[in-house]
């Protein structure tokens, strides 16, 4: 838990290719801008991103099944974000405060997308679920 939550001055980030699981708090308002995440990983957890202003792009592989709760949470910085087929569940404010995001792309088969996932998500004009495009009027 929070490998390197708080590490202000960590402004890149090479993840190892064996990496199973990306825990609580683990890069909780570190500044990096963007992310490959390893296709090793099956979970992200609870507040993994919460409060990294500065992330702009991150690559979700299709090995992840689970997206927790805060996960990127105030990722205000955050402008499109994939989730990839193989996820199931979208945690209880998974994007909320995601201020400039403009589009998600939703490619899985959602079992469950718990509450105020969306929220205060207030330039979000495309979402794109299982290939049916929903524009904001």
Same mark, same amino acid.
């Given at each position: 838990?929070?490998?390197?939550?708080?590490?202000?001055?960590?402004?890149?980030?090479?993840?190892?290719?064996?990496?199973?699981?990306?825990?609580?708090?683990?890069?909780?308002?570190?500044?990096?801008?963007?992310?490959? &995440? $390893?296709?090793? %990983? =099956?979970?992200? @957890? #609870? /507040? !993994?991103? +919460?409060?990294?202003?500065? *992330?702009?792009?991150?690559?979700?592989?299709?090995?992840?099944?689970?997206?927790?709760?805060?996960?990127?949470?105030?990722?205000?910085?955050?402008?499109?974000?994939? &989730? $990839?087929?193989? %996820? =199931?569940?979208? @945690? #209880? /404010? !998974?994007? +909320?405060?995601?201020?400039? *995001?403009?589009?998600?792309?939703?490619?899985?088969?959602?079992?469950?997308?718990?509450?105020?996932?969306?929220?205060?998500?207030?330039?979000?004009?495309?979402?794109?679920?299982?290939?049916?495009?929903?524009?904001?009027?």
């Amino acid at each position: 838990n929070e490998a390197f939550s708080l590490c202000s001055s960590l402004t890149s980030i090479s993840l190892p290719p064996n990496l199973e699981h990306l825990d609580v708090n683990a890069f909780n308002g570190c500044i990096f801008s963007e992310l490959v &995440i $390893p296709d090793t %990983v =099956t979970r992200i @957890g #609870k /507040r !993994c991103f +919460y409060k990294s202003h500065s *992330l702009t792009s991150i690559i979700i592989p299709t090995t992840v099944k689970d997206i927790e709760d805060h996960v990127f949470n105030d990722c205000n910085q955050l402008e499109r974000i994939i &989730i $990839p087929s193989s %996820v =199931t569940s979208l @945690g #209880k /404010r !998974c994007f +909320y405060e995601c201020y400039g *995001l403009i589009t998600v792309d939703i490619q899985a088969q959602l079992t469950s997308i718990k509450s105020k996932c969306f929220t205060l998500t207030n330039h979000l004009v495309m979402l794109y679920l299982n290939t049916k495009t929903l524009r904001k009027s």
